[in-house]
């Protein structure tokens, strides 16, 4: 029997809500599967800060660096706004990526059929819709140095550096060129540079790495016009690579379209080692302790670390199915609800008691 070793951090928010049936499910699903998870937990983000003063506490990344997998449930929240930005709960975030070298980072946008009638959109415009957007995560203007605020002239003035190596560029385009393969075989790669050099840089890097994947048809679009074409015809893209400040952007935007936040998870992942895996919605602090909070993207990002870190795919499997079910017999948590015939609207725990129902029912 398989060992795996996972390390969960409930985090901040409705974070401790959609782990805990999280891990019930992780835990359905090596039993069906036949491996043991061994799950130890910790602190990051604000919680970590009032309980030792760190968002990262040197504890948290030791654990996390031995693991196999970590999954997160957010960080932040309005009660650490004032902190200053060094001292912010995004910081453990931000550090858990570097020093995890977790430089790709997977957001699918997956329409399951039942929901089509919760997007903003048309259901003609986003039925079976299906994008993977992969986001570069430890480099560009989120990273980049110098950075700062300071006096020049007599007043104040903010700056950001936007900056890519050529390295950085080359290994994310290889993670869009290879998870292409195993789909539709067509790349996006998004930029803007028609006025930017690093994009231009960005471009030529992607277009040369192309010469090694002769299956993957690649074609590049401004990052405005990517936007605007996400809302008007979104099943155009098959799989999307761009930057760090471009990708956190557009995933947002993917993400409306699948009705809510609540519904996707993702993967941020390492050339090798331990991956990340966490729902897109954050802390949602707003909500936290309702029960109303949707747990299914935290679930989802489960079956997404099965996949990608685990290489159990028959566990991703099962538990994506068992989301479909629940969604097929009508069941929806707030953010979902559209108030149509057969809808049944339920609270958090009732949703993952739902799940664990499906799962357990094969």
């Not at 390390?7 to 401790?16: E, F, K, R, S, V």
């Not at 761009?242 to 947002?252: A, H």
Request: aromatic share 6%.
């Amino acid at each position: 029997m398989k060992n795996y070793s996972i390390y969960a951090l409930p985090g901040d928010g409705i974070g401790a809500e959609v782990m805990a049936p999280a891990l019930e499910v992780a835990a359905a699903a090596a039993e069906r599967v036949g491996v043991r998870l061994e799950v130890n937990q910790g602190l990051v983000g604000g919680i970590a800060i009032d309980e030792t003063g760190s968002p990262l506490p040197a504890e948290t990344l030791q654990q996390a660096e031995a693991a196999d997998a970590v999954l997160l449930g957010g960080v932040g929240g309005p009660k650490w706004d004032d902190l200053p930005t060094a001292e912010r709960p995004e910081k453990g975030l931000l550090g858990l990526r570097q020093a995890l070298g977790l430089f790709g980072n997977l957001r699918p946008a997956l329409l399951f059929g039942p929901l089509a009638a919760a997007s903003s959109l048309k259901s003609e415009l986003v039925a079976d819709l299906d994008i993977l957007i992969i986001r570069e995560l430890t480099g560009g203007i989120y990273f980049g140095e110098p950075r700062g605020v300071e006096i020049r002239d007599n007043e104040r003035v903010g700056f950001n550096t936007l900056v890519y190596s050529e390295h950085e560029i080359e290994r994310i385009a290889r993670v869009g060129f290879e998870l292409a393969q195993k789909r539709d075989r067509r790349l996006c790669s998004v930029d803007k540079a028609n006025v930017l050099e690093v994009s231009q840089l960005w471009r030529e890097i992607v277009t040369s790495v192309a010469a090694d994947y002769p299956d993957v048809a690649l074609s590049h679009m401004y990052v405005d016009n990517a936007a605007m074409q996400l809302v008007r015809a979104p099943k155009q893209f098959d799989v999307i690579v761009t930057g760090n400040m471009f990708g956190d952007i557009l995933s947002d935007v993917a993400a409306m379209l699948t009705g809510s936040l609540g519904m996707l998870p993702s993967a941020s992942l390492a050339a090798t080692g331990v991956g990340l895996y966490e729902p897109v919605h954050g802390t949602a602090p707003d909500i936290a302790g309702q029960n109303i909070a949707n747990p299914l993207a935290m679930i989802l990002s489960v079956a997404m670390m099965y996949r990608y870190s685990l290489d159990q795919g028959e566990a991703a499997d099962l538990i994506e199915g068992a989301v479909a079910s629940v969604l097929q017999a009508g069941l929806r948590t707030a953010d979902i609800h559209s108030g149509g015939e057969g809808e049944t609207l339920v609270g958090t725990q009732a949703m993952a008691d739902a799940v664990m129902e499906a799962f357990d029912g094969g």
